[in-house]
């Protein structure tokens, strides 16, 4: 592959330096120059990623010593450029043949509607002005208008233009020049004599006919135009009579010469050298899309420090102006300016209260960007980290998602919320495993739930990568979830999120913290490949808090109203800044957005959609009833014994059914014990069929690592053989739990 370096543009390199044995290589270009038209290219040639060689001419006397085909450094690039690399540069290079708001719906909407709202202030502005102001203005100025018109038509009749000449020859006494300029003038004054009369006839027919036959309408337009023609005649010529609509600075058309003295006043030039614009200034959705071209030296980085005095050169709000690196060079900026601060409009109600089901493996609509496009949302195969100051809408982005999981009834939910609030009360409808604060209550302690709820998927999504390189092909094909395996019940590999709110109050638990960090950090990173996503959420994204270690497995970011900058890298990845994405610029007034970084190839704004308290009920109630009718309620929701609760005795409670003298049993056997046992627990496992009731238990007893075997048993004389559970491994477990439970 051939090696570009486009470090510079190409700089004449001294005599005595082409001379010397170890010549500079001088930076080289994609694009093949002819050799025997090779000439050192001009600023104005050299376009970033396209720079022309010099190559030293044979024939010219000053490239003296060099002869051609004589070696020096080999340049590091292979030359000329590949097909395909001069493809993917012109590629690069050319404009579409129809501007993006010609072809694109979302676009062309914008541009319609910018066309109507700036054309209709316009009319406005002079339908308010045309009855008190013009028409008053045109009735005063049009009698000095008709006198103008008048003493124009008679200086022309009587030829004032040539008095000047004919006195200047009566003053040099040329009576021949005199004679000939008043035959001239006698002729002429004939001519327009008679035009003017025939005009006067005509004109005063006209008037009559008018007068006498026209509808009263034409009588009056015709006046009308008459008395504004001799209105705009006798306006004076300092004030026009139509004022220029004083419109604000968004209405107004964005000229380079804003740009460029904002570019000025921001310390964005040089003395000699200003700002270049690639392409026009032209509208982009509900604003202006400018591209520059920075002086050499300056960089995109440049660009953006000076955000803050760039908005006011262009006397507008920091918020308005947004930045785009570009990808064909450093100095390349592209700018989006917006009418109006785009952030503070609220982006509205999510369209999933309108949704009746949603697939979770396809992209949901999370909200809208800063121009009013769309943004869709996915946590496929990755893990998402929320971070703010409170009170931003950290929660309710973060809900947003989770309700479009519980929309759909095959994904598996999880929800613990570390500070107890009322914002996740109703996932209680739909959770798998759901729990709130960190203070036990009625029995239950949540981090204990949690922990047990770690533990269970720890051991499912184990189970699931197992479990999914041993599916024959036919139904895995490639060795992961698809959309079939995972909305299969029998194979018990539902799409899962796993949602932690205010996830530093379980991390700083003093008992539990480091297990629950441990555990989260590994199903941040391991878990998406099989279907489980995590998302947790943060005001506090510090190390001491949130560990880096944690944070730095979220694939996806998002990143609402942060102080300072350095926060924003926290939750965005370092980085971030420098490319352009900083919450720290986001104001306390804009709710509910956020930068989102991860999910998808593009970083950007986001204004998420809001769904508030009753909202969110009113979508879990559906989301509650679309499980019910697809029997996919299970866990806390099902009111299937809690994790902990499970994960607490289920030893105990099958060390206590195993008969005197039995050492092993099969699991379908257990489980019909254990529900006699505590049908309150286990009477749901037991009215299963009996391959899924033994997979239970084994899914159960798996965190313990505790497996199956098979066990051969007699009946009424028959051999059968069933997966069943060894009482020596129970023994085990429960001797390694309690001295794990005494070592504290
Ligand atoms: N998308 C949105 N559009 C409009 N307003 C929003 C949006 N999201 C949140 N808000 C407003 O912001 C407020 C705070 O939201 P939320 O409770 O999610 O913040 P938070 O960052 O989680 O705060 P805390 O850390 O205190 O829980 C909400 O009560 C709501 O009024």
Request: hydrophobic share 40%.
């Amino acid at each position: 592959m051939t090696e570009i370096d486009v470090s510079g543009p190409p700089v004449e390199a001294p005599e005595e330096e082409t001379t010397e044995t170890s010549a500079r290589v001088l930076p080289f270009l994609r694009k093949e120059t002819a050799p025997a038209a090779a000439t050192v290219p001009t600023e104005e040639e050299a376009k970033p990623g396209e720079w022309e060689a010099y190559l030293p001419d044979s024939d010219d006397p000053e490239a003296e010593g060099l002869t051609e085909g004589a070696e020096v450094d080999p340049p590091k690039q292979a030359y000329p450029p590949s097909a395909a690399e001069w493809m993917e540069a012109k590629d690069k290079a050319r404009l579409p043949v129809l501007p993006d708001w010609v072809k694109l719906p979302d676009q062309r909407k914008a541009v319609r509607k910018w066309a109507v709202r700036h054309y209709s202030t316009m009319v406005g502005y002079h339908a308010v002005r045309l009855p008190i102001v013009y028409t008053p203005k045109i009735v005063a100025y049009s009698p000095i208008g008709a006198w103008r018109w008048s003493t124009a038509i008679g200086r022309w009749v009587f030829d004032a233009e040539g008095k000047a000449l004919r006195l200047a020859s009566v003053v040099k006494e040329d009576a021949a020049e005199y004679l000939r300029l008043s035959h001239q003038r006698n002729d002429r004054v004939r001519l327009r004599g008679i035009v003017a009369a025939l005009g006067t006839f005509i004109g005063l027919a006209a008037a009559l006919t008018l007068y006498v036959m026209a509808p009263s309408w034409l009588l009056m337009l015709a006046m009308a135009a008459l008395t504004t023609a001799l209105g705009a005649a006798g306006a004076p010529v300092d004030r026009p009579l139509i004022d220029r609509a004083k419109v604000t600075f968004r209405k107004r058309k964005l000229s380079s010469d804003i740009v460029i003295r904002a570019h000025e006043v921001a310390g964005l030039t040089e003395k000699d050298m200003s700002v270049a614009f690639p392409r026009p200034i032209g509208r982009d959705g509900d604003g202006w899309r400018v591209v520059v071209d920075l002086p050499y030296g300056k960089t995109f980085k440049d660009a953006l420090k000076a955000h803050g005095r760039l908005a006011s050169g262009m006397d507008i709000a920091p918020t308005q102006l947004f930045m785009d690196p570009d990808e064909t060079s450093n100095r390349r900026v592209s700018y989006w300016i917006a009418d109006r601060d785009p952030l503070a409009v609220p982006s509205g109600k999510s369209p999933l209260l309108g949704a009746t089901r949603v697939d979770f493996w396809k992209p949901f609509p999370w909200g809208v960007d800063e121009r009013g496009n769309p943004v869709m949302a996915t946590m496929l195969w990755l893990s998402l980290l929320v971070g703010a100051v409170p009170r931003q809408g950290k929660t309710f982005s973060a809900r947003t998602i989770a309700l479009a999981a519980a929309l759909d009834p095959y994904v598996r939910l999880y929800v613990f919320d570390g500070k107890a609030s009322p914002d996740w009360r109703k996932f209680a409808l739909v959770a798998h495993r759901i729990g709130f604060g960190i203070v036990p209550k009625n029995g239950l302690d949540p981090v204990e739930h949690l922990l047990a709820s770690l533990r269970e998927l720890k051991a499912d999504v184990e189970d699931r990568y197992h479990r999914l390189s041993e599916l024959p092909l036919h139904i895995c094909p490639e060795g992961k979830l698809t959309p079939e395996i995972s909305r299969d019940k029998k194979l018990n590999m539902p799409l899962t999120l796993f949602v932690v709110d205010e996830v530093q109050e379980y991390l700083q638990h003093p008992e539990h913290g480091k297990e629950i960090l441990a555990l989260l950090v590994y199903l941040a990173r391991v878990a998406p490949a099989v279907g489980v996503s995590v998302m947790t959420s943060t005001q506090k994204p510090d190390d001491k808090a949130c560990p880096s270690e944690l944070r730095d497995q979220h694939q996806a970011r998002f990143a609402l109203r942060v102080g300072a900058y350095q926060v924003s890298d926290t939750i965005l990845g370092a980085g971030s800044y420098s490319e352009g994405l900083d919450a720290s610029k986001l104001l306390k007034s804009h709710k509910g957005v956020g930068l989102l970084k991860g999910m998808s190839d593009d970083s950007g704004i986001v204004r998420t959609y809001l769904a508030d308290g009753r909202d969110a009920e009113r979508i879990l109630t559906r989301a509650a009833a679309l499980r019910e009718a697809e029997d996919t309620l299970s866990g806390d929701a099902a009111g299937q014994a809690p994790a902990a609760e499970n994960a607490a005795t289920v030893l105990d409670d099958v060390a206590q059914v195993l008969g005197k003298g039995e050492t092993k049993l099969w699991s379908e056997t257990i489980v019909d014990r254990l529900a006699e046992l505590r049908p309150e627990a286990y009477g749901a496992w037991a009215e299963m069929e009996p391959k899924p009731k033994a997979e239970a238990l084994t899914a159960a007893l798996k965190p313990f690592g505790i497996g199956t075997e098979q066990i051969s048993r007699r009946v009424n004389g028959e051999q059968f053989n069933k997966r069943g559970i060894k009482r020596d491994d129970i023994t085990k477990a429960i001797t390694e739990r309690n001295k794990k439970r005494d070592a504290g």
